[in-house]
């Protein structure tokens, strides 16, 4: 069995290129940006007030006085230069004008006619120099683009970015049992549930993805149903993974030409993950238990997708906890339990971790990671655990 360390590394060597694409802003969310992103201005153009008030030549003593000369609003420059004794009305954003070094707050006047007296000191300038945010030619790095990444871009006046094209999912499950949600199952059949899970873990993660129909436990029927595979970056099937007579995706898959295989990780649950390549797309063989295949698809086909998308630290983070009960050594494969985190910050696994349980993956939020040959643990212990 392969480490699951080894498993990852081999299965994001599988990944294919994908190309740039030049997309608007507008449509650039939770997408990785394949080229940087340089600033085409200053922002702030101009010292800007940062208050509304009134621009002077320098900070003022209570009790001076200013004639007001003019107006400076956001959007409309004062043109004229102040000179001492004189104030010109300006609002949050406007350009200082020339001659100003000073906003002084409005509550701290009181206005006289065409004049103001200052009733009290301001506790700085309220200027924001020009390009104190950014200037012309800073870059923004390689990322993936949150909303507050699209506001600092549009504010650089670049209106579209090069990111790498989304990376196509194709999904099919497994199985003489399985129907689809809605439809009527015979006694002796369930509901087809896992492609639902992977589906919008991929999609959350950045892909698109082809949900095809389920491939029935007959070779010419996997077959078929691979086949619509063609022409995807990744194809991850699930169940038919294991021993038995009916696991067919093995024997399918390699008859199809599968290159660079692999099956069996030293991880529990998830042992008969397989994967290759298969039509020029990464392949992944997911075991056919729910928990093992949405385990499985978090441990390797989200980091496969996201380095295929750029990001330089694709593998799943792992943080640490404090356990909150005494855990049994653990076996030959790493377990990765479904476990809950309290807001206090300890970690207590659930006590029944059947690979079958979704209520109990359902309740999880976090996967604790116990690695292979892990000693006994007492309460207290520090341990790793994955986000959920
Ligand atoms: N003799 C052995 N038997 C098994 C071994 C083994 O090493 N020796 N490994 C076990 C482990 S571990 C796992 S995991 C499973 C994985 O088996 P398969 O990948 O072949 O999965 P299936 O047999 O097709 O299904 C297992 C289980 O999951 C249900 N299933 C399948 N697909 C779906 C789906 N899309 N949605 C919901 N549920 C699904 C299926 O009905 C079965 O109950 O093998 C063990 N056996
Ligand atoms: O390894 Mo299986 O994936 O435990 O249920």
């Known amino acids: 069995?392969?480490?699951?360390?080894?498993?990852?590394?081999?299965?994001?060597?599988?990944?294919?290129?994908?190309?740039?694409?030049?997309?608007?802003?507008?449509?650039?969310a939770g997408r990785w940006l394949?080229?940087?992103?340089?600033?085409?201005?200053?922002?702030?153009?101009?010292?800007?007030s940062a208050m509304d008030g009134y621009a002077l030549a320098c900070a003022p003593e209570p009790g001076a006085r200013f004639r007001v000369i003019g107006e400076a609003g956001a959007g409309h420059a004062f043109t004229g230069v102040i000179g001492e004794g004189q104030a010109v009305r300006i609002f949050t954003g406007a350009p200082v004008p020339d001659g100003a070094n000073h906003v002084t707050l409005q509550e701290n006047t009181a206005p006289d006619?065409?004049?103001?007296t200052i009733t009290d000191r301001d506790s700085g300038s309220n200027i924001r120099p020009r390009g104190q945010d950014f200037r012309i030619g800073d870059q923004i790095g390689l990322r993936r683009l949150r909303p507050s990444d699209l506001a600092l871009i549009a504010s650089m006046n670049v209106a579209k970015v090069t990111v790498r094209r989304r990376p196509v999912v194709a999904i099919l499950s497994t199985g003489?049992?399985?129907v689809m949600p809605g439809e009527s199952p015979r006694a002796d059949q369930i509901i087809a549930s896992n492609s639902f899970a992977i589906k919008a873990m991929a999609e959350a993660e950045g892909a698109e993805t082809r949900l095809l129909p389920i491939a029935r436990d007959t070779e010419p029927a996997l077959r078929q149903v691979l086949e619509l595979a063609r022409g995807a970056d990744v194809i991850v099937t699930s169940g038919g993974a294991s021993v038995g007579d009916h696991d067919l995706v093995a024997p399918v898959a390699k008859s199809l030409g599968l290159e660079a295989g692999f099956w069996k990780v030293a991880l529990r649950p998830g042992k008969p993950l397989m994967a290759g390549r298969l039509?020029?797309?990464?392949?992944?063989?997911l075991p056919g238990n729910p928990v093992s295949a949405i385990l499985c698809a978090e441990l390797f086909l989200l980091p496969l997708l996201r380095h295929m998308q750029g990001d330089p630290s694709p593998r799943p983070r792992l943080q640490q906890a404090r356990l909150a009960t005494d855990l049994p050594?653990?076996?030959?494969?790493?377990?990765?339990?479904?476990?809950?985190?309290?807001?206090?910050?300890e970690i207590t696994p659930f006590g029944r971790q059947d690979s079958a349980l979704l209520t109990v993956l359902a309740e999880a939020n976090a996967l604790m990671v116990r690695p292979v040959g892990d000693p006994a643990r007492q309460a207290g212990?520090?341990?790793?655990w994955i986000a959920l």
Do not use: C, W
């Not at 060597?13 to 608007?24: D, T």
């Not at 039509?279 to 063989?285: P, R």
């Open 1 to 28: 069995m392969m480490p699951v360390d080894e498993a990852m590394a081999r299965i994001m060597a599988l990944a294919p290129e994908l190309a740039h694409e030049e997309i608007p802003l507008a449509a650039a």
């Open 34 to 48: 394949a080229r940087a992103v340089t600033a085409e201005r200053d922002q702030p153009p101009f010292d800007a």
């Open 113 to 116: 006619g065409a004049f103001i």
């Open 176 to 178: 003489d049992e399985l």
């Open 279 to 285: 039509f020029g797309a990464a392949f992944l063989g």
């Open 329 to 345: 050594e653990n076996g030959p494969r790493a377990h990765y339990m479904r476990a809950k985190v309290s807001p206090g910050g």
């Open 381 to 384: 212990d520090l341990v790793d």
